[in-house]
């Protein structure tokens, strides 16, 4: 893979993180195991100059997610403590408070858009994978290449491809300002994995 660009894996919103304890492991099982798997496949890692990329969230209620922590890209195998709570967010005022014991991924205000758009969406898998990255720019809903990753603008590029494009049919998106980046939702962690392994092998 060739190198993010340099401001890759660095969070952007304001963050409001409040230390506790991981949530159950029971609630985490498949957060964990498609993790883990995005990992084993290199969807999810880490680039050779250090930097983590990709991330995983699942919706808990209407308004909370849990999602992997931010810089932990680099671990094969994760456990209750590399996950976290959002539990409020404002996209307008890029602020996002999270609860757990690692603070939020840096793609969590991106999550936090698409959970609010519509509760059909209920998992979401950012992963990094250059083929399909320029594959599908144009062909996939595809974000502004002005558009950076892990801020409101991004955020509102996901409402306007939501309502613009055929996204909630096609559940695939590419961000085409976030090198290699690319975007799969539904309605199970499974069914995002299979959207996105469908596309892969295409």
Avoid at 121 to 141: S, Y
């Amino acid at each position: 893979m060739a190198p993010p660009f340099p401001d890759d894996g660095v969070i952007k919103y304001v963050g409001h993180w409040t230390p506790g304890d991981p949530l159950k492991e029971s609630v985490l099982a498949d957060v964990i195991l498609w993790r883990d798997r995005m990992h084993q496949a290199q969807y999810i890692g880490l680039y050779p100059n250090g930097i983590g990329y990709g991330n995983i969230s699942l919706r808990l209620s209407a308004h909370s997610f849990a999602v992997s922590g931010t810089q932990t890209g680099h671990l094969a195998v994760t456990t209750p403590h590399h996950y976290t709570l959002v539990d409020d967010w404002d996209i307008d005022r890029n602020t996002l408070h999270c609860t757990g014991p690692i603070q939020a991924s840096s793609e969590s205000l991106t999550h936090a858009a698409l959970y609010a758009y519509s509760d059909v969406i209920q998992a979401i898998i950012h992963v990094h994978n250059r083929d399909l990255w320029q594959r599908g720019q144009g062909v996939l809903p595809t974000t502004a290449a002005s558009v950076p990753y892990g801020t409101p603008a991004m955020a509102y590029e996901m409402i306007r491809l939501l309502d613009q494009a055929d996204l909630m049919r096609q559940r695939i998106l590419i961000m085409a300002g976030h090198d290699e980046g690319v975007l799969v939702f539904g309605p199970t962690l499974a069914a995002a994995a299979e959207m996105l392994f469908q596309h892969v092998d295409a």
